[in-house]
């Protein structure tokens, strides 16, 4: 989903003693707040690393799920031979942790082989209101042949049924990011997804066409949304979703014009309002946003970077965290996960478990070439992000 972005990076200047102290004060945009706000390291701490190694060049796109037995499950795309690149050979590893994420388990379980021509990548999992574990992920055979497809267990992911397609109005190469699929009050699935190439086209196009698929069968069969209204001259990639407490749902857009877009669908995301910036200013990088279980409140995590730094501008560092309590009008408790200048931070994965949140993220270094090839875990108490 990245390696068209790749191709168009400025060119890597050296990262000097520029950013630490400017980073600690990069804004976020909301209506609320009149002045920058200082932004605090946040205490965390990273419990997994998974860097790549022989015939695994990249490790990317996780997710997590709670299992009946308490134990946590992670899955996430293991790339085998000597490329790096989102269409490389890839499989769906799984780690293990006993203690809430504390430790993990050292060696991988193969989840799902490379049954796409390309590859599997790109996990949401999701345990639904009937306690079976929904398993989505990208099956990829060209690059006008990409959709999703969800598999389920009922016996806490020992073995998955077969695949079943999530999009079967339409062809073409739709991506779905890693943790973005919601169940609401009611019981329909919602995914989105970005559309950048049909069979008939010649080339890839950056700018995705949006949609919403939900279900109302626990997954079985699928329904598409009206397509997103976006600005013509605005990039549009890779939307997520969250329910709001007024019923509404949000659906947050990277894209290319300094900041988050946003669209509200007020019913159950069969249509949608236009695209328009929302209140979380980054470069043309992914966010992820969910519902705090304890609070109510809304986490966000995403490149807090409005480039106005030089040496940083358009890259995927800070990686950053905030809350919202009014539902994304403004946000607080606004503190940096990871600054070095040199960090790739990007596709996060949010597991709350009991009185800490678990965070997957890919932790790559520019300098390096690693960018999307490693990902960490990190896991940050609750109470420390209201601190």
């Known amino acids: 989903m990245n390696s068209f972005l790749f191709n168009r990076h400025q060119r890597r200047g050296l990262l000097v003693h520029c950013a630490i102290v400017f980073l600690m004060l990069l804004p976020v945009a909301s209506s609320a707040q009149k002045a920058t706000p200082a932004v605090n390291e946040v205490i965390h701490h990273v419990v997994l690393q998974l860097p790549p190694g022989p015939d695994n060049p ?40 006993s203690d809430g994420g504390k430790t993990w388990t050292a060696q991988d379980v193969k989840i799902i082989d490379r049954e796409g021509g ?9 345990r639904l209101r009937n306690g079976t574990i929904a398993l989505f992920y990208l099956r990829k055979n060209s690059t006008v042949d990409c959709i999703p497809v969800v598999r389920f267990s009922n016996d806490e992911a020992k073995t998955w049924s077969a695949p079943v397609d999530c999009i079967t109005d339409q062809q073409g190469y739709f991506v779905l990011n890693n943790d973005r699929v919601i169940q609401l009050s009611d019981g329909r699935l919602l995914l989105a997804v970005a559309k950048h190439s049909s069979p008939a086209d010649t080339k890839w196009q950056e700018k995705g066409a949006l949609f919403a698929y939900y279900s109302d069968d626990n997954g079985k069969t699928w329904t598409a949304g009206k397509q997103v209204p976006t600005p013509a001259t605005i990039i549009t990639q890779e939307p997520g979703l969250v329910a709001l407490k ?25 249509t949608w309002s236009d695209a328009l910036p929302f209140t979380l200013k980054s470069p043309i990088a992914p966010a992820t946003i969910e519902r705090i279980p304890s609070t109510g409140d809304l986490l966000a995590v995403w490149n807090n970077n409005d480039g106005s730094i030089a040496t940083i501008k358009g890259k995927r560092t800070p990686l950053t965290v905030a809350i919202s309590k009014d539902d994304g009008i403004s946000w607080i408790h606004i503190k940096n996960l990871e600054a070095d200048p040199d960090g790739w931070y990007c596709y996060t994965a949010i597991h709350f478990y009991k009185n800490s949140v678990l965070l997957s993220y890919c932790a790559g270094s520019q300098q390096a070439k690693t960018y999307l090839s490693v990902t960490d875990i990190s896991r940050i108490v609750l109470t420390d992000l209201y601190k």
């Open 246 to 270: 007024d019923g509404r749902i949000l659906m947050y857009i990277r894209a290319s014009g300094g900041s988050q877009y946003a669209s509200y669908s007020k019913d159950r995301g069969a």
């Open 118 to 126: 390309m590859n599997v990548m790109s996990v949401s999992l999701l």
């Open 58 to 97: 990249r490790n990317s796109e996780g997710s997590f799920v709670t299992l009946k037995d308490g134990r946590i499950l992670f899955v996430y795309s293991h790339y085998t031979g000597n490329n790096s690149g989102d269409h490389a050979p890839a499989y769906l590893a799984g780690r293990y942790s």
